[in-house]
T-cell receptor
Framework: GENVEQHPSTLSVQEGDSAVIKCTYSDSASNYFPWYKQELGKGPQLIIDIRSNVGEKKDQRIAVTLNKTAKHFSLHITETQPEDSAVYFCAASEGGGGADGLTFGKGTHLIIQP | GAVVSQHPSRVICKSGTSVKIECRSLDFQATTMFWYRQFPKQSLMLMATSNEGSKATYEQGVEKDKFLINHASLTLSTLTVTSAHPEDSSFYIC?????????????FGSGTQLSVL
């Protein structure tokens, strides 16, 4: 099955700086890679996703890059703000509506220092 | 994005009682819903896949008689923790696919914090 590794487990950056979270996956059949943001005591919120036919996707301050050859993808947050503080999870799946859902990374606790 | 509503957000119960958690897709139909369990500072662990009109599929190690899942309609799935014990205390989260936004997009409920005394 799929195995998703996520690094770092904790990331502290100064407000206004950029943050990068990296994930690798093992199953070359995976073709859908979402990122979720989870605030304390709440469910994960989908913030951006990318499919394997695209190398990069951007949405305002958030961007995701995908290197299918190397089987890794990254989340980039620019001009970080205090409200960006949360736990971020990457995930991978083969998509296509399969019943297996997603395989999640272990999460990155992002701390934005004022 | 699509909205998944989960209730209750927090429940405290005595050991031995049963607790029901509801998960509703508010603006879309979901033939498949997923139930996850999350311990503090850990990732989400898939417990079971809930299929509308049929039996749920449980992950290895998850007791189906302990965690009863019912998916009676295209917008509602329920998870019942039967005869709850302190070790069942955890954060339970449901999710559903909005097929209208592509097969892969998974949206989560707000979670239920279960505390068993």
């Amino acid at each position: 099955g799929e195995n998703v590794e996520q690094h770092p487990s904790t990331l502290s950056v100064q407000e206004g700086d950029s943050a990068v979270i990296k994930c690798t996956y093992s199953d070359s059949a995976s073709n859908y890679f979402p990122w979720y943001k989870q605030e304390l005591g709440k469910g994960p919120q989908l913030i951006i996703d990318i499919r394997s036919n695209v190398g990069e996707k951007k949405d305002q301050r958030i961007a995701v890059t995908l290197n299918k050859t190397a089987k890794h993808f990254s989340l980039h947050i620019t001009e970080t703000q205090p409200e960006d503080s949360a736990v971020y999870f990457c995930a991978a799946s083969e998509g296509g509506g399969g019943a297996d859902g997603l395989t999640f990374g272990k999460g990155t606790h992002l701390i934005i220092q004022p | 994005g699509a909205v998944v509503s989960q209730h209750p957000s927090r429940v405290i119960c005595k050991s031995g009682t049963s607790v029901k958690i509801e998960c509703r897709s508010l603006d879309f139909q979901a033939t498949t819903m997923f139930w996850y369990r999350q311990f503090p500072k850990q990732s989400l662990m898939l417990m079971a896949t809930s299929n509308e009109g049929s039996k749920a599929t449980y992950e290895q190690g998850v007791e189906k008689d302990k965690f009863l899942i019912n998916h009676a309609s295209l917008t509602l799935s329920t998870l019942t923790v039967t005869s709850a014990h302190p070790e069942d205390s955890s954060f339970y989260i449901c999710s559903a696919r909005d097929l209208g936004q592509g097969n892969e997009k998974l949206f989560f409920g707000s979670g239920t914090q279960l505390s068993v005394l």
